[in-house]
């Protein structure tokens, strides 16, 4: 009996011990470098965000899967440096209600996935609120955080929102950047109730000075775009007023942060604006038509959509006692 136990034991012996030092082996392979962590980044790459795997080729960028491939012979081709993408900047005004934080989620989990992107987020409010200070500080997204109240007067049905935001954001911008005008940059407005493909990020960063591209679900349509003839836009397919200078949605246009520097008096307009003239106000002043760049192949593909939450029904709220803890929604 005695023998045979023996005899199993020589026989496993080797491979127990095979088994160890190829064990032994992985665990000296040099471990990838422990980066700091957003909170919410176990899904995430890296802090710039995913990039889009047609973005760049090059080496794959998942975790390793220890031995399975590796060739030690074969040392990974090292990436070319590459010129700094050009960061785009991303200005929403957001404002208290019900379905802000469900609304700014949304955005932030498109955003954590855009490399190289700065989120300017302007509150209509007196001061910075907490719950927008407690979401940004957990977003895991290189962000500025602002606040400007709109007066009152401007607070009716039928005048233009988020005028004050806007301009605080371009003058955020502006201050930022006014003794450092080499780096390249993009800015785009980015309603907080709007839906991004991340091909519209690839699109726009390459603007050089502005560029505009379809927006779906707006202006009682399916979509409105700019028209498009060699390249170049020659009108507007939209469901309101194609007589506008520039017919597009706040969500359709892109400007290069040059052309936000070198027209440093170019704001949203309170006075004389006319309702849905805030963007053809605001891009008249510093390009033409004729200037244009067409985005999302000549302007054929929709990429970004003007979603819109429905207004969320709380009628319970009042006929029920208030829960013991506080929670924020
Ligand atoms: C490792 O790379 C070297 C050099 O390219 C090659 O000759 C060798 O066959 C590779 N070994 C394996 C196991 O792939
Ligand atoms: C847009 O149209 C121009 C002129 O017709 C053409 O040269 C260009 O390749 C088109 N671009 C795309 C991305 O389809």
């Known amino acids: 009996m005695k023998s045979v136990l023996f005899s199993r034991f020589f026989i496993l012996l080797p491979w127990i011990l095979i088994v160890i030092i190829m064990l032994d082996v992985d665990t000296r392979r040099p471990a990838p470098p422990l980066t700091p962590r957003p909170y919410f980044s176990p899904y995430a790459v890296g802090r710039g965000g995913a990039r889009l795997p047609f973005r760049r080729g090059g080496p794959d960028i998942g975790p390793r899967r220890g031995w399975e491939k590796r060739n030690e012979s074969r040392p990974q081709p090292r990436p070319r440096p590459e010129p700094p993408l050009p960061t785009i900047y991303a200005i929403t005004p957001t404002y208290s209600r019900p379905v802000q934080k469900a609304e700014l989620t949304r955005l932030a989990n498109t955003f954590r996935q855009v490399a190289q992107l700065h989120w300017i987020l302007v509150e209509d409010a007196a001061a910075r609120s907490e719950l927008v200070s407690r979401f940004l500080a957990r977003a895991g997204l290189p962000s500025t955080h602002l606040h400007v109240p709109t007066p009152r007067r401007y607070k009716r049905p039928g005048l233009p929102r988020a005028t004050e935001q806007r301009n605080a954001g371009l003058a955020w911008l502006r201050q930022r950047h006014q003794h450092q005008r080499a780096e390249s940059g993009v800015l785009f407005f980015a309603d907080d109730d709007n839906t991004y493909s991340l091909e519209l990020f690839q699109e726009m960063r390459t603007t050089r000075k502005v560029s505009v591209w379809p927006v779906g679900l707006v202006g009682g349509r399916r979509y409105e775009r700019p028209l498009v003839e060699n390249g170049k836009v020659v009108g507007w397919y939209t469901g309101w007023r194609a007589d506008r200078p520039f017919a597009i949605d706040m969500a359709g246009f892109a400007v290069s942060l040059q052309v936000i520097l070198s027209n440093p008096k170019a704001v949203f307009k309170r006075r004389g604006s006319q309702p849905g003239m805030q963007e053809s106000d605001f891009l008249k002043q ?30 319970n709220e009042p006929k029920y006692r208030l829960d013991t803890v506080r929670i924020e929604v």
Do not use: D, G, M
């Open 286 to 315: 510093i390009t033409t038509v004729e200037e244009l760049e067409p985005k999302a192949s000549n302007c054929t593909k929709v990429l970004v959509w003007h979603t819109r939450t429905e207004k969320v029904n709380l009628a």
